[in-house]
């Protein structure tokens, strides 16, 4: 049965197949598909968005979820993001329009299929095991290093994609971010370093 944050989650991503618009989702919903299971007030999408999507999202969402029109509009023309509430639950999904940088468009590129539940069967679109650790690496920097639970995250799917992950992506991302430095700790750490 689908949890609710999910069920949630599956409406707004039914707007944006019906809308063809791509997306991925990342952050904790991703986390726990690719590494540890841990409860979340929120979901985190990546959407290549464009101006002709901003009415119709808000129109197809209707009185279900608060969707400020001119907020969308803005993130969209910024490339910034924005969130999206579900009235009944208060869940929120915040849309992260994809940026111009190499980053974001791979995380879209990269973007896996995966079923997230089997009654009924759903599959969405979760940004791969790699760019989870990316995400996750670069947010834990923007945010100073002190997120305990950002780097839980980054350690659990380091941990069980283990030998999985694709190395040379993660470096050479990595690199790309400013995070290699931060990403060579979380190899320590899980004892996953190369010897």
């Known amino acids: 049965m689908l949890t609710e944050p999910l069920a949630v989650v599956c409406q707004v991503v039914d707007v944006l197949d019906d809308l063809g618009v791509p997306y991925a989702i990342g952050s904790s919903l991703a986390s726990a598909v690719h590494g540890v299971m841990r409860a979340t007030m929120d979901a985190d999408l990546v959407a290549d968005m464009r101006p002709e999507h901003a009415a119709p999202l808000v129109h197809a969402l209707g009185s279900a979820f608060y969707a400020d029109l001119e907020a969308i509009q803005a993130a ?13 639950t208060m869940f929120k999904v915040d849309m992260f329009v994809a940026k111009s940088r190499p980053f974001e468009r791979s995380q879209l590129a990269r973007r896996g299929l995966e079923t997230v539940s089997s009654d009924p069967e759903r599959r969405l679109y979760i940004i791969s095991a790699e760019d989870v650790v990316l995400a996750k690496l670069d947010w834990y920097r923007l945010g100073g290093g002190t997120s305990d639970r950002q780097w839980r995250d980054i350690l659990g799917v380091l941990s069980v994609q283990g030998e999985r992950l694709d190395r040379d992506y993660l470096q050479r991302m990595a690199k790309e971010l400013k995070v290699s430095n931060l990403l060579q700790r979380a190899y320590q750490e899980t004892g996953t370093a190369k010897r």
């Open 76 to 88: 969209i023309h910024h490339r910034a993001s924005f969130n999206l509430i579900h009235l009944e």
